[in-house]
């Protein structure tokens, strides 16, 4: 089964940091881009920044940019956000999320087809 | 960037009954490799997003054939041939020709 499992997540001061991971399992992680998606609570989905299969090109939601940095490492199947200078704004339900479409040979991040449940980070003072 | 649009953004629908959803985007989502880059996630009741229709008209894997999505350029339509009461949930377009990848603001279906 495809599977992705997020952890890392917890209550922050604002300005302090996290480091989300996420852990794939199921499936040729190597081959997919990957991305971080959003979501506050009772709110819309909200992207946040994707990786290509091999790490070398990144991309960044605007309202994270310089302050969030996204890296995988393909030899343990593994997804990270790290998360500086937190706002409160930042506060939300992170969801790793595979781009289907995203393979070594097709870059853009589309067909987001296999998605964790989650995890949760709270910025609050 | 570009800005994604729904309508409506609440939808009662009656089980057995059709529905549409309605995607403008701000400018075209049409690629040069003739692809447009327009994506279809239900979010049910307390779980994660799943993708229904990619690339503007392509069911996913697993997806029923009630669910079509059609369009072209800015205007994109998700049609629910006969709705089904497992069918509630949020339903959200989203673009994915250019970054920052983003999504509509979500169409709310619930059962009348």
């Known amino acids: 089964e495809e599977q992705l499992v997020e952890s890392g997540g917890g209550v922050v001061r604002p300005g302090g940091s996290l480091r989300l991971s996420c852990a794939a399992s199921?499936?040729?992680?190597?081959?997919?881009?990957m991305t971080w998606v959003r979501q506050v609570a009772g709110k819309g989905l909200e992207w946040v920044s994707g990786?290509?299969?091999?790490?070398?090109?990144?991309e960044y939601a605007d309202s994270v940019k310089g302050r969030f940095s996204i890296s995988r490492d393909n030899a343990k199947n593994s997804l990270f956000l790290q998360m500086n200078s937190l706002r409160d704004e930042d506060t939300a339900l992170y969801y790793c999320v595979r781009a289907g479409g995203s393979t070594v040979t097709t870059p853009r991040f589309y067909d987001m087809d296999v998605w964790g449940k989650g995890t949760t980070v709270t910025v609050t003072s | 960037d570009i800005v994604m649009t729904q309508s409506p953004l609440s939808l009662p629908v009656t089980p057995g009954e059709p529905a549409s959803i309605s995607c403008r985007s701000s400018q075209s989502l049409l690629d040069r490799n003739g692809y447009h880059y327009l994506d279809w996630y239900l979010q049910k009741p307390g779980q994660s997003p799943q993708v229904l229709i990619y690339l503007g008209s392509y069911r996913a894997s697993g997806v029923p054939d009630r669910f079509s999505g059609s369009g072209s350029g800015t205007d994109f339509t998700l049609k629910i041939s006969r709705v089904e009461a497992e069918d509630v949930g949020i339903y959200y377009c989203?673009?994915?020709?250019?970054?920052?990848?983003?999504f509509g603001p979500g169409t709310k279906v619930d059962i009348k």
């Open positions: 990786i290509n299969s091999h790490g070398g090109n990144t």
């Open positions: 199921g499936f040729n992680f190597d081959g997919y881009g």
């Open positions: 989203m673009q994915a020709l250019q970054t920052p990848i983003t």
